[in-house]
């Protein structure tokens, strides 16, 4: 397993190790003693599966108090995967990553606690696959705006996305009240 630092501090690409043959191949997709030696927290309390066509757009999500970390990878498609730092005080607030996850490129990303996740899915079909290390809390769940101007994320997008009606009304990063966002230690 390989383990990359992205620019975003606490944001991991990780690429675990791919055993193939003409069957097929075999990998190994968390392990808590391994993930830990990593840095990765070892402490995932949930797991959840979407499916989605193409063309749909889900996020930028997160909840706050109660943050969820989240370990994501593309068990079928491909979708273009985005961290955005969120935590008030943070010298990355406002930034993002983003990345091509897909089944055949195999690689996994970690979105820290205090930080917006979304996908854009760019095949016909996508199953998305996450661990989280806090459980889902409706009443401690917020969505930012998907293109908020003062972020800039360059989603590859032919046109305008699917959206839910959530995701579709979610206000800007600068419209947040403070008190909604995680605070950076």
Not at 46 to 72: A, E, M, T
Not at 140 to 150: A, G, V
Not at 161 to 166: C, R, T, W, Y
């Amino acid at each position: 397993m390989n383990v990359e630092q992205t620019d975003l501090p606490g944001v991991l690409l990780i690429s675990p190790k791919v055993f193939g043959d003409a069957r097929g191949y075999f990998k190994e997709t968390w392990s808590r003693q391994r993930y830990q030696d990593a840095g990765l927290p070892g402490d995932f309390v949930q797991d959840n599966l979407s499916y989605s066509r193409k063309g749909i757009l889900r996020g930028l999500h997160f909840q706050n108090p109660r943050p969820q970390g989240k370990l994501v990878q593309v068990l079928q498609g491909e979708v273009f995967d985005v961290a955005v730092d969120i935590r008030y005080g943070s010298p990355h607030f406002g930034r993002w990553f983003g990345t091509v996850l897909s089944a055949e490129n195999h690689l996994q990303m970690y979105v820290p606690e205090g930080f917006a996740h979304g996908f854009c899915v760019l095949t016909e079909a996508a199953l998305f696959a996450y661990k989280c290390t806090e459980y889902y809390e409706p009443s401690s769940e917020f969505s930012l705006r998907w293109d908020d101007p003062d972020i800039g994320i360059a989603w590859p997008l032919d046109s305008a996305p699917e959206l839910s009606a959530k995701d579709r009304d979610a206000p800007r990063l600068r419209d947040l009240p403070q008190h909604r966002l995680p605070v950076y230690p």
